[in-house]
């Protein structure tokens, strides 16, 4: 899948970091990125419109993103949407809760634009 043809959804609690990872999308040629700041507002989200790809925080308040990502693989299913989780955790515990839970593929902070468009493409090969 071509990285222009991709609508991706960027869930995470902290503004600074939903701009950064849109600004990379965007200059990687993807149109279509929405954003929200929490686990409920992205699967409001979600049942508005479902994503091809999603780039999940795993730390966020209320509803964190291994709870997100259970809920939101309960709407969408791998083939028709990847799950990429974020976090400040490096740990094999941490990736293996990340899988457990439902996504497809886990980057640690801080994420480079690289590190990310390999994930992405690696997902879609």
Do not use: W
């Not at 209320?62 to 400040?88: K, N, S, V």
């Not at 293996?96 to 994930?119: C, F, H, N, Q």
């Amino acid at each position: 899948m071509a990285l222009a043809t991709l609508d991706v959804l960027i869930v995470d609690d902290h503004e600074a970091m939903r701009v950064l990872l849109h600004k990379v999308l965007e200059r990687a040629g993807v149109t279509r990125v929405r954003d929200a700041a929490s686990g409920a507002a992205a699967l409001a989200h979600i049942t508005e419109r479902a994503p091809n790809l999603i780039l999940c925080d795993r730390r966020m308040p209320e509803m964190d993103g291994l709870a997100f990502t259970q809920r939101a693989r309960a709407i969408l299913p791998r083939e028709t949407c990847r799950i990429i989780m974020i976090t400040g955790q490096g740990s094999e515990a941490a990736h293996a809760e990340a899988l457990a839970a439902g996504a497809d593929a886990m980057l640690v902070k801080p994420v480079s634009p690289r590190d990310l468009l390999a994930a992405i493409e690696a997902l879609y090969a």
